[in-house]
C-alpha cells in the first residue's frame, strides 16, 4: 500500500514551558482534502508551521511524499511541493495581479541567476512559459481579467483568491490554506469550495484550517480535531458532528 501524501507523526512542539503541540499525528492522501479545526489556541497554526518549516519540532516526523522534512529549509519544501497560503494576505501592493503570481514562479526556473541576469535566449524563452503559466493559474482562480490590475484593487477576497493562485504557481502537490474563507459571503464561500474541489481533482492534497464550520463540512473528505494541542478527534464530517469530545471542546461541557 502506498504511503500517503503527507505523513505527520507524534508531532510535539514547545514554547519554552508552553507545550503547543502533543504527540499530533494525521495524513493527507493526494487529491484529499482534509480539514484541521480546533478552538482558538488548540495548534492548528502551529501545525502548519511545523510542516512548512517556520518552527522546528521537538520530536516526531513530518513526510512529504516520503521523504522526511526534518532540518529542510522551507525553500526546500517548496521545490519539494508544499505550499500554504496565510491568515492574512501577504501581496505586493504595487505589483500587478499577473506579477504577483510571477513572483511565486520563481521555484521552477530552471535556468541560473546569471543567465537570467544576461537574458540569454533561453532564459526569456523561459520567462515567456512561466508568464504564460501565471496567466493560466489566474485563469484557474477566477482572476485571468484581473491579470493587469493592481493586486491592491482586488477585493478581500479576491486577495485570497490571488494567495492561491500564486501557491499553485509553485504547482505543489501539497497545499495549506490557512483560514482561506475569512471574511467571504456565502456565495465567495460556495465558489472557494468549487475552486477546492478542482484544485483536488488534478491530484492536489488540500490541508485547510477554517473556523467556518459550515465551510469545512462541506469540503472535506476527512477532519482533525485539536484542543490544547492535542488531537481529540479524526473523522468524516458526519463523525465529527456527533462526537461528543468536539461539541464539547467548541460549546463547552455545559452547552
Known amino acids: 500500500m502506498a504511503e500517503p501524501l503527507l505523513v505527520v507523526d507524534k508531532l510535539e512542539k514547545r514554547f519554552g514551558g508552553v507545550r503547543a503541540l502533543h504527540e499530533v499525528s494525521f495524513t493527507v492522501d493526494p487529491g484529499q482534502v482534509v480539514g484541521l479545526i480546533g478552538p482558538n489556541g488548540s495548534g492548528k497554526s502551529t501545525s502548519v508551521n511545523v510542516i512548512a518549516g517556520v518552527f522546528p519540532p521537538n520530536s516526531g516526523e513530518i513526510r512529504l511524499g516520503g521523504k522526511p522534512l526534518s532540518g529542510m529549509a522551507i525553500s526546500s519544501r517548496v521545490c519539494l511541493g508544499l505550499a500554504r497560503t496565510f491568515q492574512t494576505t501577504s501581496l505586493f501592493p504595487d505589483f500587478k495581479v499577473l ?26 524563452r523561459e520567462s515567456r512559459e512561466q508568464e504564460a503559466r501565471a496567466g493560466k493559474v489566474l485563469e484557474f482562480v477566477g482572476l485571468g481579467c484581473r491579470a493587469n490590475e493592481a493586486a491592491s484593487s482586488l477585493s478581500s477576497s479576491e486577495q485570497r483568491l ?72 479524526e473523522g468524516t464530517p458526519s463523525e465529527i458532528g456527533r462526537n461528543q469530545a468536539v461539541i464539547d471542546a467548541y460549546l463547552g461541557k455545559a452547552h
Open 99 to 124: 506579477d504577483q503570481v510571477l513572483a511565486a514562479c520563481h521555484t521552477r526556473f530552471q535556468k541560473s541567476p546569471v543567465s537570467a541576469v544576461l537574458r540569454r535566449i533561453g532564459s526569456r
Open 162 to 233: 490571488l494567495m492561491i493562485a500564486s501557491a499553485l504557481a509553485s504547482e505543489p502537490r501539497l497545499l495549506m490554506l490557512d483560514e482561506p474563507a475569512a471574511g467571504m459571503v456565502a456565495q465567495e464561500r460556495k465558489e472557494l469550495a468549487r475552486l477546492i474541489k478542482r484544485i483536488c481533482e488534478r491530484g492536489i492534497g488540500v490541508l485547510v484550517i477554517e473556523h467556518h464550520m459550515g465551510f469545512i463540512m462541506e469540503i472535506c473528505e476527512k477532519i482533525i480535531v485539536l484542543d490544547f494541542g492535542e488531537k481529540i478527534a
